[in-house]
């Protein structure tokens, strides 16, 4: 059973999200049922997730490696970790992901001088610009871009990445068509973007992207979450039906 304002129960997991300032939402849902687990990298898989909220898409890899990862879930809300945390230690994999309350600038700081990079960094991050007011400071901080750029977020992740990695994130589609010119201008990476829209008359309004290393090619792709009659498409269908309780 799902109650919206306590938290989402999936296939394999459940998760609370009373505590969080970012409920579970189709962002996150999608994010996590579509970065690549697939390549070749050597198990375990070593993942970094970037403002974890509560945790959902580290638990939505660890289902999809069966566990067979070992994640670091970042945030700097300490109510959003102390929640994402409850939600491993309830799940299946709760020996294949740390949460910690650090800001990500901190966090590539500390680890700066470690050999050990990442092969998959995630991140749900900020997307409310700056001139914008919340009631609330925690919704305020999980949504506004002015603790972490989207740039600041590219320039860390490529910091920590693995040379194979990969980095996958999801953002409002004007954002994301930003963050690929600015990622362009960085060179020598690959960029694919997974442009959403909600039904096929809607304008694009999200975009995952896959960031990695190589020569400078941007591919574009799209998906339509819902179908003119209103039911889940089969490509959104085929991302997400590992998870829903109801496909």
């Known amino acids: ?46 993942v970094l997730d970037i403002g974890t909220g509560s945790g959902l898409i580290s638990l939505m890899l660890a289902q999809r490696c069966q566990g067979n990862m070992q994640a670091i879930a970042i945030d700097i809300d300490v109510s959003a970790c102390q929640q994402a945390k409850i939600n491993v230690d309830n799940s299946p994999w709760s020996s294949s992901i740390a949460v910690k309350h650090v800001a990500l600038q901190a966090f590539t700081q500390a680890c700066k001088d470690e050999s050990a990079k990442f092969d998959l960094i995630v991140s749900n991050p900020p997307y409310f610009v700056h001139g914008q007011n919340f ?75 896959n960031i990695q290393r190589g020569d400078n090619n941007l591919e574009k792709q799209s998906l339509t979450i819902h179908d003119p009659d209103g039911r889940y498409s089969n490509n959104y269908q085929r991302i997400t039906k590992a998870f829903y309780l109801k496909m």
């Open 135 to 209: 009631a609330d400071d925690a919704r305020k901080i999980a949504r506004h871009t002015g603790s972490l750029t989207h740039q600041e977020l590219v320039d860390c992740a490529l910091q920590l990445l693995a040379p194979n990695g990969r980095i996958a994130l999801v953002l409002p589609y004007t954002s994301g068509c930003e963050l690929v010119t600015y990622c362009q201008q960085l060179g020598d990476l690959k960029i694919t973007c997974l442009n959403i829209k909600t039904t096929p008359t809607k304008p694009y309004k999200r975009m995952l992207m």
């Open 1 to 46: 059973m799902n109650d919206k304002n306590n938290g989402f129960s999936f296939k394999q997991f459940h998760v609370s999200h009373a505590d969080c300032a970012m409920k579970v939402g189709t962002d996150g849902i999608l994010l996590g049922g579509w970065a690549d687990v697939t390549t070749a990298f050597t198990a375990p898989l070593k």
